[in-house]
């Protein structure tokens, strides 16, 4: 029963059999690749997860280029080249994605910074001296404790 | 103590700042899903295809270095939206006298043919591309894409939607530059 659960709920995986290539290296390099390019179509899906017909079409142009003696980099280049950064799943760091990659460290910087003031600024603040009760209110004290 | 009174209104702030983000964003026509291009201002990348009308040769590269502008269109004939910029395309070409080379992408030729018979045919040259190869080499994300490759051959305008008047003007403006 567990099993029967296991191959139904089996994650999405759209590679196809006959897509696949016989050396299992090159087939090993595509699923990296596949996993980290995005399907242009589907908004936020890998073409490796993706049924789309141009998902297909995308993993069988990097399986032709794998077979054609690309390198990985290679590979994602001639995807750049053709669908543009938004391929990537992954954004490349570059003058357009500075705040992409630094905004989030850059809020956690700016936040420390003003809690560290803040906590400096509490410490600095002396605590009031107290002066001795008088006379007439440690008589009114003594009178509520009923002493 | 005054800035710890400015401190309240940091949240009604962040308000202001997200409703401006999403005000601008539903106004100015802002489409976050869209992929843009990374075709344009490249080579226009290798146009062979099988021909699609018996008796005429095989489409090659070498129509998009005419000398003039081409446009190359991307349909399907169980596309809808390629019904919708139809009528503009034929405009194109029958007022303009604009070079309109069609590619059925993952069509039948004969179903591609028959679609044109019935609607008219708008294009100079006609091929298909049954498997989706060509169009991946062309950066292609489905149908109906739409290309403008200049005299030079570099690619000009690259749309991922039918074209609507909007598109035809642009079209229309590099195409009476380069011409």
């Known amino acids: 029963m567990l099993l029967l659960l296991a191959l139904f709920t089996w994650p999405a995986f759209a590679v196809e059999p006959r897509e696949m290539l016989t050396d299992p290296a090159l087939e090993a390099r595509a699923r990296e690749i596949g996993r980290t390019?995005?399907?242009v179509v589907c908004q936020n899906q890998a073409i490796d997860d993706s049924s789309a017909e141009v998902a297909h079409d995308m993993r069988r142009a990097v399986r032709e280029r794998l077979v054609a003696g690309d390198s990985d980099a290679a590979v994602y280049e001639f995807m750049v080249a053709r669908y543009g950064d938004y391929v990537l799943l992954k954004p490349p760091?570059?003058?357009g994605t500075l705040?992409?990659?630094l905004g989030g460290p850059l809020v956690l910087l700016i936040a420390g910074a003003a809690l560290l003031v803040a906590a400096r600024r509490r410490r600095a603040v002396p605590i009031p001296a107290t002066e001795p009760l008088s006379a007439e209110e440690q008589r009114r004290l003594d009178a509520l404790l009923g002493r | 103590m005054t800035s710890n009174r400015l401190l309240f209104l940091l949240p009604l702030a962040t308000l202001v700042v997200m409703a401006g983000f999403f005000g601008w964003s539903l106004l100015s026509g802002r489409d976050p899903a869209a992929i843009g291009s990374a075709m344009v201002g490249k080579p226009a990348p290798r146009l062979e295809a099988p021909s699609l009308r018996a008796g005429e040769p095989a489409l090659d590269t070498a129509l998009l270095k005419s000398g003039k502008p081409v446009l190359v269109n991307f349909f399907a004939s169980w596309c809808t939206p390629c019904l919708a910029e139809h009528p503009l395309l034929l405009r194109l070409k029958e007022r303009d006298g604009v070079a309109?080379?069609?590619?059925?992408w993952k069509n039948k030729p004969e179903e591609a043919r028959a679609s044109l018979a019935k609607l008219g045919d708008p294009f100079t040259r006609a091929g298909f591309d049954l498997d989706g190869k060509l169009a991946?080499?062309?950066g292609l994300s489905g149908v109906p894409e739409t290309y403008l490759i200049d005299a030079n051959g570099i690619v000009r305008l690259h749309?991922?939607?039918?074209i609507g008047p909007r598109e035809l003007s642009q079209i229309l403006a590099l195409v009476k530059a380069g011409s």
Not at chain 2, 100 to 104: L, N, S
Not at chain 2, 159 to 162: E, I, L, N, S, T
């Open chain 2, 136 to 138: 991946v080499d062309w």
């Open chain 1, 93 to 95: 760091f570059k003058a």
């Open chain 1, 99 to 101: 705040l992409l990659w």
């Open chain 2, 159 to 162: 749309f991922r939607a039918p």
């Open chain 1, 37 to 39: 390019l995005r399907c």
């Open chain 2, 100 to 104: 309109i080379v069609g590619v059925a």
